[in-house]
């Protein structure tokens, strides 16, 4: 290499490398002049080639990042600002992104599945942090179907072996509470309508924990339950004049989605009002109905630990009595009693056991007659009518 250069002052070719603040220069060893400066101060050699050397490239921030990485990075953090999420959760979401996509596992999944990797490590950033966010938010900002996301999430939450606790029902509340027209101060609704946001949501988050403590929530979406109880409290603050708008009016005078099941939903927080009515003695005597319940959600609400405690205390009663007498909980005195819906009133019909006849002691090794096998061929009558059909069809 040094042999090749001659020095342009004296002809010599004693060309030397000679380390000069650290930077690499050539310099001829007899007079010595210097041939060339800073070789190797940059990755590219700016002196050489006059190019611009990029930030990212000089200080190695997204070396061995791949495009789809660098995109998704950028995706992550559009998602974040799009939901006006707190400054720390686009860090946390982005360490969880470099994790699963470092992963082999989701290194070579399509691109639709990387969009929806993106809104998973979102979504775990926000229940980490109590953020009311649905998955179906994340899931429409980012056109991902549901189902899709839904398997992805699970899968990731097991590879990272992340912690998700559930959703924080009261932030949900106060959340889906500030999308309702009806609560902010609106011109548009008719004024006996109008109710403040913070009575109103305060109220709404007392009638869900009632709700989740009387088995109505789990195992539910959140959001219908909540759309009930928002009708609910928000009736309840003048009920002679809002008794008769229905809940479908409701919602759409608040401009919120009533999702199906809100109605269901509704029907059984009315019940278990009825049901805990019958523990206030002044509630007792009145005849309640569905429709009149409404009016003392306030006193319900105000004395429900009292409320909670004492139907507890019947429910165990009921269910000791039940187990002594037959075992089953058909016999319960279904007007006091607090169960899940799907146990109180099954759709499904109970449980079919395998072998009916208890246990038949299958071995395997039993004997197989001919006859047995013989029912699961074709007769040549059969094969015959099975080629007439097949050439009938082929030949329409
Ligand atoms: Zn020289």
Same mark, same amino acid.
């Given at each position: 290499?040094?042999?090749?250069?001659?020095?342009?002052?004296? /002809?010599?070719?004693?060309?030397?490398?000679?380390?000069?603040?650290?930077?690499?220069?050539?310099?001829?060893?007899?007079? /010595?002049?210097?041939?060339?400066?800073?070789?190797?101060?940059?990755?590219?050699?700016?002196?050489?080639?006059?190019? +611009?050397?990029?930030?990212?490239?000089?200080?190695?921030?997204?070396?061995?990042?791949?495009?789809?990485?660098?995109?998704?990075?950028?995706?992550?953090?559009?998602?974040? #600002?799009?939901? #006006?999420?707190?400054?720390?959760?686009?860090?946390? +979401?982005?360490?969880?992104?470099?994790?699963?996509?470092?992963?082999?596992?989701?290194?070579?999944?399509?691109?639709?599945?990387?969009?929806?990797?993106?809104?998973?490590?979102?979504?775990?950033?926000?229940?980490?942090?109590?953020?009311?966010?649905?998955?179906?938010?994340?899931?429409?900002?980012?056109?991902?179907? *549901?189902?899709?996301?839904?398997?992805?999430?699970?899968?990731?939450?097991?590879?990272?072996?992340?912690?998700?606790?559930?959703?924080?029902?009261?932030?949900?509340?106060?959340?889906?509470?500030?999308?309702?027209?009806?609560? *902010?101060?609106?011109?548009?609704?008719?004024?006996?309508? +109008?109710?403040?946001?913070?009575?109103?949501?305060?109220?709404?988050?007392?009638?869900?924990?009632?709700?989740? !403590?009387?088995?109505?929530?789990? /195992?539910?979406?959140?959001?219908?339950?909540?759309?009930?109880?928002?009708?609910?409290?928000?009736?309840?603050?003048?009920?002679?004049?809002?008794?008769?708008?229905?809940?479908?009016?409701?919602?759409?005078?608040?401009?919120?989605?009533?999702?199906?099941?809100?109605?269901?939903?509704?029907?059984?927080?009315? !019940?278990?009002?009825?049901?805990?009515?019958?523990?206030?003695?002044?509630? *007792?005597?009145?005849?309640?109905?569905?429709?009149?319940?409404?009016?003392?959600?306030?006193? =319900?609400?105000?004395?429900?630990?009292?409320?909670?405690?004492?139907?507890?205390?019947?429910?165990?009663?009921?269910?000791?009595? /039940?187990?002594?007498?037959?075992?089953?909980?058909?016999?319960?005195?279904?007007?006091?009693?607090?169960?899940?819906?799907?146990?109180?009133?099954?759709?499904?019909?109970? #449980?079919?056991?395998?072998?009916?006849?208890?246990?038949?002691?299958?071995?395997?090794?039993? !004997?197989?007659?001919?006859?047995?096998?013989?029912?699961? =061929?074709?007769?040549?009558? !059969?094969?015959?009518?099975?080629?007439?059909?097949?050439?009938?069809?082929?030949?329409?």
């Amino acid at each position: 290499m040094s042999g090749a250069k001659r020095c342009p002052d004296c /002809g010599s070719s004693e060309i030397v490398e000679d380390a000069h603040y650290s930077q690499d220069q050539l310099v001829c060893a007899d007079c /010595g002049c210097i041939l060339s400066e800073g070789l190797i101060t940059t990755t590219v050699s700016e002196e050489t080639s006059l190019q +611009a050397v990029r930030y990212s490239d000089s200080t190695g921030e997204n070396d061995s990042v791949t495009y789809c990485m660098k995109r998704g990075i950028i995706r992550v953090r559009d998602l974040c #600002r799009v939901l #006006r999420l707190p400054d720390g959760f686009v860090d946390t +979401a982005l360490s969880y992104y470099k994790q699963a996509v470092g992963l082999p596992l989701y290194r070579l999944v399509s691109i639709e599945k990387k969009e929806i990797i993106v809104g998973c490590c979102v979504y775990i950033t926000c229940r980490q942090q109590q953020w009311p966010i649905t998955m179906g938010t994340i899931c429409s900002l980012i056109y991902a179907k *549901k189902e899709l996301f839904a398997s992805l999430f699970m899968d990731i939450v097991q590879v990272l072996k992340v912690d998700v606790p559930s959703i924080s029902l009261q932030n949900l509340v106060k959340s889906h509470c500030r999308s309702f027209k009806l609560f *902010k101060d609106s011109s548009e609704v008719p004024p006996q309508y +109008a109710e403040k946001l913070d009575t109103v949501s305060e109220r709404t988050v007392q009638t869900v924990e009632l709700a989740y !403590e009387t088995w109505l929530v789990t /195992g539910r979406h959140p959001i219908p339950m909540i759309t009930a109880a928002a009708y609910i409290s928000w009736q309840s603050f003048q009920p002679s004049r809002r008794l008769s708008c229905s809940l479908s009016r409701f919602c759409k005078l608040s401009d919120v989605d009533m999702p199906p099941p809100s109605t269901i939903r509704l029907k059984e927080l009315q !019940e278990t009002l009825i049901k805990l009515a019958y523990h206030l003695p002044w509630l *007792k005597i009145l005849s309640l109905n569905r429709k009149n319940i409404v009016q003392h959600l306030g006193d =319900l609400l105000k004395h429900r630990a009292l409320l909670l405690r004492r139907a507890l205390a019947v429910t165990e009663a009921e269910l000791s009595k /039940g187990t002594e007498a037959s075992s089953s909980t058909d016999q319960l005195n279904s007007t006091l009693v607090f169960l899940p819906p799907c146990v109180s009133n099954p759709k499904k019909r109970s #449980r079919s056991v395998a072998f009916p006849c208890g246990d038949l002691d299958i071995t395997g090794d039993e !004997e197989i007659s001919d006859s047995e096998i013989e029912q699961y =061929l074709r007769t040549p009558a !059969e094969m015959k009518d099975y080629q007439q059909v097949q050439s009938c069809i082929s030949s329409v």
